[in-house]
């Protein structure tokens, strides 16, 4: 069992930066690949970000590549998006998931665990 608890959301002018963190518990954490996910209102959940278990790997959407990036102290059980030139498109609710995959880090569905979501605001 991995459970996940997100910090760091909050609400920034654009073109503002915000570090997210989410804390996992469980000794499997090192083994779960993380991804970052969000969803505005009446809007899909989309990919957002995601780290291989190693953290040697990372993938990003189109939407965020060059402006997001994504780390992980697997010692501290915790994986960090750092988010930069914020814009008001970004806003959601951004949820962090974990899971044992090596693949289609982009899918929802190849997730096990999701944490309870932090609020991103971004005002223009």
């Known amino acids: 069992q991995v459970q996940l608890v997100e910090s760091g959301g909050g609400l920034v002018q654009a073109g503002g930066s915000l570090r997210l963190s989410c804390a996992a518990s469980?000794?499997?954490?090192?083994?779960?690949?993380m991804g970052w996910f969000r969803q505005a209102p009446g809007q899909e959940r989309e990919f957002v970000a995601a780290?291989?278990?190693?953290?040697?790997?990372?993938y990003y959407a189109d939407s965020v590549e060059g402006r997001f990036t994504i780390s992980r102290d697997n010692a501290k059980n915790t994986v960090y998006p750092q988010m930069n030139s914020l814009k008001p498109e970004d806003t959601a609710v951004y949820y962090c998931?974990?899971?044992?995959?090596?693949?289609?880090?982009?899918?929802?569905?190849?997730?096990?665990?999701w944490g309870q979501g932090t609020q991103v605001t971004v005002s223009s």
């Open positions: 998931a974990a899971g044992l995959l090596g693949t289609n880090y982009d899918r929802p569905g190849e997730y096990d665990y």
């Open positions: 469980g000794r499997t954490f090192s083994r779960h690949a």
């Open positions: 780290i291989s278990w190693s953290g040697i790997s990372t």
